[in-house]
């Protein structure tokens, strides 16, 4: 009786089949595993620039309108601390912000703004406006008939040039001047005057390269903040373009 088994040809014919079935899984598993990773590292550049673009979207959009300072590769403004509407009585001017909660000594360190129509250039700040009031000098006034909180800056009118015609100020401050630069491809943001600039892209890989500018307001249109930014990644790039308008107005 002959015992039945493979034969060595059969057995090298079955080795090297399975071999080559063993390859082209493994094929499949290494694109598969090739298209996951490219996808979360599409997925990645696409947060991290949403999330950059986004931050200064909303920043630039309720800064102190019209003072911006930009010189392609940086974009400089102010953010409103607070804001309401003045009057000018006699040589003061008197001021009402709509905070109740709103206290001399809270707001002695900042500056108010009325009709900013000056624009900046780099390296000045607050005190290079012409209307821009520091508050170190002012005073509470008590008025049960408004609400709000009222205060006055004292002999302070006729160093006002060109008021603004629906009497509306801003009350913002050196120390809270916001900065977003373009510097060594990455995009990072600074605020006060410490200057200290923190990445907003936290991977080594993303580049970023562009320019961020500002259009001062004209009577067709209010201040358009010009964003025109490229990430790239491993070769790849997605670029974005917005136009951001800055919705307060003198």
């Known amino acids: 009786m002959f015992a039945r088994g493979f034969t060595l040809i059969e057995m090298v014919i079955t080795m090297i089949v399975g071999s080559l079935l063993v390859l082209g899984i493994t094929g499949f598993i290494e694109l598969g595993s090739k298209g996951f990773a490219q996808g979360v590292d599409r997925q990645r550049i696409q947060t991290q620039a949403r999330f950059a673009i986004e931050k200064l979207t909303r920043e630039a959009r309720h800064a102190v309108p019209n003072i911006f300072v930009s010189d392609g590769n940086c974009l400089s403004f102010f953010p409103i601390i607070e804001s309401g509407f003045y009057a000018v009585s006699g040589s003061d001017i008197n001021f009402i912000v709509g905070d109740t909660t709103a206290s001399v000594s809270r707001l002695r360190d900042q500056q108010l703004v009325i009709n900013p129509t000056q624009l900046l250039r780099p390296g000045e700040d607050l005190n290079s406006l012409d209307n821009s009031f520091p508050l170190?000098?002012?005073?509470?006034?008590?008025?049960?008939?408004?609400?709000?909180?009222?205060?006055?800056?004292?002999?302070?009118?006729?160093?006002?040039?060109?008021?603004?015609?629906?009497?509306?100020?801003?009350?913002?401050?050196?120390?809270?001047?916001?900065?977003?630069?373009?510097?060594?491809?990455?995009?990072?943001?600074?605020?006060?005057?410490?200057?200290?600039?923190?990445?907003?892209?936290?991977?080594?890989?993303?580049?970023?390269?562009?320019?961020?500018?500002?259009?001062?307001?004209?009577?067709?249109?209010?201040?358009?903040?010009?964003?025109?930014?490229?990430?790239?990644?491993?070769?790849?790039?997605?670029?974005?373009?917005?136009?951001?308008?800055?919705?307060?107005?003198?």
């Open 136 to 250: 170190s000098s002012i005073e509470e006034v008590s008025d049960i008939a408004i609400s709000g909180a009222t205060f006055v800056i004292p002999a302070q009118a006729t160093n006002l040039l060109g008021g603004s015609v629906a009497n509306r100020h801003y009350i913002t401050a050196n120390e809270r001047r916001v900065s977003y630069c373009i510097t060594a491809q990455r995009i990072t943001r600074a605020e006060g005057l410490s200057g200290l600039a923190l990445p907003l892209t936290d991977a080594a890989d993303v580049l970023v390269d562009g320019m961020i500018s500002y259009t001062p307001a004209s009577v067709q249109h209010t201040g358009v903040v010009h964003i025109d930014l490229t990430f790239s990644q491993n070769g790849e790039s997605t670029h974005f373009r917005q136009d951001v308008q800055v919705l307060n107005v003198p």
